[in-house]
């Protein structure tokens, strides 16, 4: 089994910017891919971003320039990180960190991001 734990999120203001980080443990070797996803309020959930073990990245188009993703995997415990730039009301939700390891997908547990003024 794999466990993932999110910290970060919060309240922002349009403009600003957070950096939403994830610890993944137990059975983490075989993870091969690690992101995040969001949902929105009445909306399905929606990829952000990915990022494999060689580190190549993949963006929604809506997050391409303002997000980053990163991950570290110099520790027993993988990590994976999202620095969030410019932020939109619109990016308002409920982020989650998602690794995929073989056939399985694992989930966090979500942290509540909020943009307004």
């Known amino acids: 089994q794999v466990q993932l734990v999110e910290f970060g999120g919060g309240a922002a203001q349009p403009g600003g910017s957070l950096r939403l980080s994830c610890a993944a443990s137990?059975?983490?070797?075989?993870?091969?891919?690690m992101g995040w996803y969001r949902q929105a309020p009445g909306k399905q959930r929606e990829l952000v971003a990915l990022?494999?073990?060689?580190?190549?990245?993949?963006?929604a188009d809506s997050m391409k320039g303002r997000f980053t993703i990163s991950r570290d995997n110099a520790n027993a415990k993988k990590m994976v990180y999202l620095q969030m730039n410019n932020l939109k009301p619109e990016d308002t939700a409920v982020y989650y960190c998602?690794?995929?390891?073989?056939?399985?997908?694992?989930w966090g547990q979500g942290t509540q991001v909020t943009v307004s003024s």
């Open positions: 137990g059975t983490i070797f075989g993870i091969n891919v």
């Open positions: 990022i494999n073990s060689g580190s190549t990245t993949n963006y």
């Open positions: 998602n690794a995929k390891k073989f056939n399985n997908n694992y």
